[in-house]
């Protein structure tokens, strides 16, 4: 027997230790181990959801670290996907541990435990990179002994992709300071021709091995529901969640929305539970393991469970209002149908999509004379400051200047320390052309999304065309292939009690708990805001995101100076009402 036969013969065995005795590798995820353990080169795996690109370095894993190699690290961009890996790697004999922010306090053992080499795999999100002191104290000890580096979700490398995220960038500096022959593996099921090459270029140039396979997903169904108003939407959505198969994931567009919709459902008697990036830490384990036993029916979530959340008999997934991309669409509903024969895919667009998309695309890198003014104040400033300092002196809202300066840093124009921000003095350049293009992308894929809804072709073959997939073609299963769409008409009852629960007016607005970081130098005030000190809960009419009363506040604003609706007022007295004054 060759060499080769026999460690492709372990490379099976560790398969089957980890996904079952029925497993066999395909021939791209066995070239793509053979190219990390015997070649050790830097390769980009594209390949649909439940592929199996997770079993590439899993397995690779195990044949690395018994020929001697230093343990995997994996950088994760969810906490929900760090989940699922550390749960598959321990099915296959593999020690992974996770360092992220809801961990802190373990950080120490982990660190000791990868000295001591009992660690085979350390799974890393994006935004420790930056963190200073794992930063500038573990980083160079993990680059320095690492056996494998994996880059999860890979398409957020590239500033062309639909998730890109500035913390991602990082990891140019990573595998620039990895010793030669370290392999590097870069996996994703959501990315076209265009960041396929930009990630393969980022990776290793020219030399990167690319495997990249069709993306056809033979159990979905794909169909869109288009319905004139958000409680028709939300009713029809009560009306049918008993039709559809199993448990599944209903995504929303933003958190607010993720709330209205779980308890409209409820109301309705359904057990779903709403999901989002403020969802507690415990609270989001429960959920996950709910949904995976099927105790609820459904988890109404944004984007926060997306990228790696593994449930094989997920029957259906549905869309209350659009993503802002083919692409991005294409990911999440990958979720769906990976060990079942049939899974539904369901999107209920509505008008305000296109208002939440102004939204994030208002969050965009900002203008240059904003970057300068920040600079500045970072450069006449006496000791570092925090994002809570620099927003009233750059007058940008939190999210935006912390997309910002991530970016700065990656550049090498910011740079994050112990207390906050500071600049480097580094000469900067504004990419304006770069910005503008990447701008422009990002209106060709919302004017795609909405082709997308109104297409009479197959809408599995335009999906998979906007990912560039040569091998597209008609599915003969969604809805425009076979004639068969789903009902529109929605029960008058139900859509009362969607207008009722939608135009309830109020919501809460919680106090700050704990000090800004900027006030700690100038008056001494740290950590957790006391009891006594805290403000009340605040209260509002709705918000901007809000489904019910989005609209209709999105609408009062855009119109400028004018008289506010009767029945807003009315609304505005009821909020006032119902507040405890005493």
């Known amino acids: 027997m060759s060499t080769s036969d026999s460690l492709r013969d372990e490379a099976e065995r560790c398969l089957r230790a980890l996904a079952g005795d029925h497993a066999r590798l395909r021939d791209d995820q066995w070239t793509a181990i053979s190219a990390l353990v015997v070649e050790r080169r830097r390769a980009l795996v594209v390949q649909r959801t439940g592929w ?5 370095y899993f397995v690779a894993t195990r044949l690395l670290r018994a020929r001697g190699a230093g343990p995997t690290v994996i950088v994760s961009p969810l906490l929900a996907l760090m989940r699922n890996q550390i749960e598959a790697a321990d099915r296959a004999g593999i020690h992974a541990r996770t360092i992220n922010s809801s961990n802190t306090s373990d950080w120490d053992q982990i660190f000791a435990e990868v000295e001591a080499g009992t660690v085979d795999v350390l799974l890393v999100s994006p935004e420790r990179l930056n963190n200073p002191d794992f930063r500038d104290l573990v980083l160079p000890k993990l680059a320095a002994g690492a056996g494998l580096v994996v880059v999860d979700e890979a398409h957020c490398i590239s500033d062309w992709g639909h998730d890109f995220r500035p913390d991602y960038r990082r990891l140019r500096t990573l595998l ?14 959501t990315a076209n021709a265009r960041v396929t090459q930009d990630v393969a270029e980022q990776l290793a140039g020219d030399d990167a091995l690319v495997l990249r396979g069709p993306l056809e997903r033979e159990s979905l169904h794909l169909a869109a529901v288009t319905l004139p108003t958000a409680e028709q939407r939300i009713a029809w959505l009560g009306d049918h969640l008993g039709d559809l198969p199993g448990s599944g994931i209903i995504y929303t567009l933003t958190v607010a929305a993720a709330h209205e919709i779980t308890g409209y459902l409820r109301d309705r008697g359904y057990e779903v539970a709403a999901y989002s990036g403020q969802t507690e830490q415990a609270e989001r384990l429960q959920a996950e393991q709910d949904l995976q036993e099927n105790k609820l029916k459904a988890l109404v979530a944004t984007s926060a469970l997306g990228m790696g959340f593994d449930k094989p008999d997920l029957g259906f997934i549905v869309h209350v209002g659009a993503p802002q991309s083919p692409v991005a669409y294409y990911q999440q509903i990958g979720r769906a149908g990976r060990g079942v024969d ?5 999107l209920l667009p509505g008008r305000e999509d296109r208002d939440i998309w102004a939204y994030f695309a208002s969050l965009a890198f900002p203008p240059e004379p904003v970057v300068r003014t920040t600079l500045d104040v970072l450069d ?3 000791r570092p400051l925090s994002t809570s300092a620099l927003e009233p002196l750059v007058d940008l809202n939190r999210a935006r200047l912390e997309m910002m300066l991530k970016v700065l840093d990656v550049d090498g124009a910011a740079r994050r320390v112990k207390g906050g921000w500071t600049s480097t003095g580094a000469p900067w350049a504004y990419d304006r052309e770069r910005y503008e293009r990447v701008t422009a992308e990002r209106r060709r894929e919302q004017q795609a999304m909405l082709d997308y809804i109104s297409t009479p072709a197959c809408r599995e073959e335009f999906l998979r065309r906007q990912l560039d997939d040569p091998a597209a073609t008609s599915c003969g299963r969604c809805d425009n292939c076979t004639g068969r769409h789903w009902p529109t008409d929605v029960a008058q009852d139900s859509a009362t009690q969607a207008r009722d629960r939608l135009h309830r007016p109020g919501v809460d607005l919680a106090p700050r708990r704990m000090w800004p970081t900027g006030v700690k130098d100038d ?3 740290s950590g957790r805001i006391k009891p006594g000190l805290q403000a009340e809960t605040g209260r509002a009419l709705g918000r901007l995101t809000d489904i019910g009363w989005g609209n209709r506040l999105r609408d009062l604003f855009a119109a400028g100076d004018t008289d506010v609706p009767a029945d807003l007022v009315d609304a505005v007295i009821k909020v006032l009402a119902a507040w405890d004054w005493a």
Do not use: H, M, Q
Request: aromatic letters at 0%; hydrophobic letters at 50%.
């Open 523 to 525: 008056l001494g005030l």
């Open 52 to 56: 199996g690109k997770s079993a590439v």
């Open 176 to 189: 620039a300071e990895l010793p030669p022959g370290i392999p590097v593996l870069a996996t994703t099921a």
């Open 380 to 382: 006449s400033a006496d």
């Open 342 to 346: 049939r899974a539904e895919v369901i």
